[in-house]
């Protein structure tokens, strides 16, 4: 079986700040990733490692990477999302599902993860069909389930679809891991204990910029009908669905208690991801709160490298990944 100091690896595409990995590298040995935007790779290399390639992933021939026991891709979901652009597989990024599949398709990897936004399964029903159809037809056992971020011990509430192949001559399906069965953590179980937001945490400092004080009080006392809203944090329930539209107006996200956006740290808290994961001060704040918005759950991930590593280690040497 292939590894690298007796541990499965792992090529990821489409690593964004490399949230997803750095839940991952618990488990499984990351080697080799690849991400579009300058300052979310800058984010990845600082936190999960120097192998991460900057380009455009339709620019990388399927030869020139490395071999890996599991492939994870979470392709853009803009295209895909309600509040995107839903233009489903017509769209720029909506596309990069395929160049994904095309990779698995060529260097076949005994495993591969997909993440996307429910919107992929639902709105879009049919591209997601077909997916999975031509995943099968390439060879791949193929399993999906809807996963929620709350039941896995994270103050947010988090669908997203998750799909993971097995190639079909390692005689097996894979098993989704079960839930977390405990009372549901609360936005102050995630930031309660967080000190005044000046800075002296690591990515932890408020902003009035967006929106500004005056700019919350005016909303709230006078509500628009077709606004989306502030939407203030409750201490004592889980946050709504974090999304990368944060980066451009945090009035959806307000502290429970204070005038101001969530800050980048108790965006992170509220995912899960450890304080050891820090963002660079030289990536503009705008990428920050963007990569924590597209990034996967914390200890959603922490299952999902635990279930692939058990399930992939009960492989007999005569069922072997070679």
């Known amino acids: 079986m292939p590894n690298i100091d007796g541990q499965l690896t792992v090529a990821s595409f489409f690593s964004g700040a490399g949230l997803l990995d750095y839940s991952l590298?618990?488990?499984?040995?990351?080697?080799?990733?690849?991400?579009?935007?300058?300052?979310?790779?800058?984010?990845?290399?600082?936190?999960?490692?120097?192998?991460?390639?900057?380009?455009?992933?339709?620019?990388?021939?399927?030869?020139?990477?490395?071999?890996?026991?599991?492939y994870v891709g979470c392709?853009?979901?803009q295209d895909y999302s309600s509040i995107g652009n839903n233009e489903g597989e017509e769209g720029e990024r909506g596309s990069l599902i395929w160049t994904y599949f095309e990779h698995i398709k060529v260097n076949r990897p005994p495993v591969f993860l997909f993440e996307n936004v429910i919107g992929l399964m639902r709105q879009h029903k049919v591209t997601f069909e077909k997916m999975l159809s031509m995943?099968?037809?390439?060879?791949?056992?193929?399993?999906?389930?809807?996963l929620n971020?709350?039941?896995?011990?994270?103050?947010?509430?988090?669908h997203r679809v998750f799909v993971v192949g097995v190639?079909?001559?390692?005689?097996?399906?894979?098993?989704?891991?079960g839930e977390i069965l405990s009372i549901s953590k609360t936005v102050y179980d995630a930031i309660g204990d967080l000190p005044p937001a000046s800075g002296e945490i690591p990515n932890h400092l408020a902003?009035?910029?967006?929106?500004?004080?005056?700019?919350?009080?005016?909303?709230?006392?006078?509500?628009?009908?077709?606004?989306?809203g502030m939407r203030r944090l409750d201490w004592y329930r889980e946050s709504p669905t974090l999304t990368a539209h944060i980066a451009k107006d945090g009035r959806e996200f307000l502290h429970p208690s204070e005038n101001r956006r969530l800050t980048v740290r108790e965006c992170l808290r509220?995912?899960?991801?450890?304080?050891?994961?820090?963002?660079?001060?030289?990536?503009?704040?705008?990428?920050?709160?963007?990569?924590?918005?597209?990034?996967?759950?914390?200890?959603?991930?922490?299952?999902?490298?635990?279930?692939?590593?058990?399930?992939?280690?009960?492989?007999?040497?005569?069922?072997s990944l070679f």
């Open 25 to 70: 590298m618990n488990e499984l040995k990351i080697i080799w990733a690849n991400e579009v935007t300058p300052a979310a790779a800058e984010s990845y290399r600082a936190n999960v490692g120097d192998h991460i390639h900057v380009g455009d992933i339709n620019q990388i021939v399927s030869a020139d990477i490395p071999y890996a026991d599991i």
């Open 75 to 77: 392709p853009p979901c």
């Open 135 to 146: 995943f099968k037809q390439s060879g791949y056992n193929v399993n999906w389930q809807i």
């Open 149 to 158: 971020a709350c039941h896995y011990d994270t103050a947010q509430d988090r």
């Open 167 to 177: 190639r079909k001559d390692l005689g097996f399906t894979f098993r989704f891991p």
């Open 207 to 228: 902003t009035w910029t967006s929106p500004s004080p005056e700019r919350i009080k005016d909303v709230m006392m006078n509500p628009r009908k077709q606004f989306r």
């Open 270 to 319: 509220i995912m899960g991801t450890p304080d050891s994961y820090v963002f660079p001060d030289k990536v503009p704040l705008s990428h920050q709160y963007r990569a924590v918005g597209n990034g996967v759950a914390h200890n959603v991930g922490l299952a999902l490298g635990k279930a692939i590593k058990e399930q992939l280690g009960q492989v007999t040497l005569q069922n």
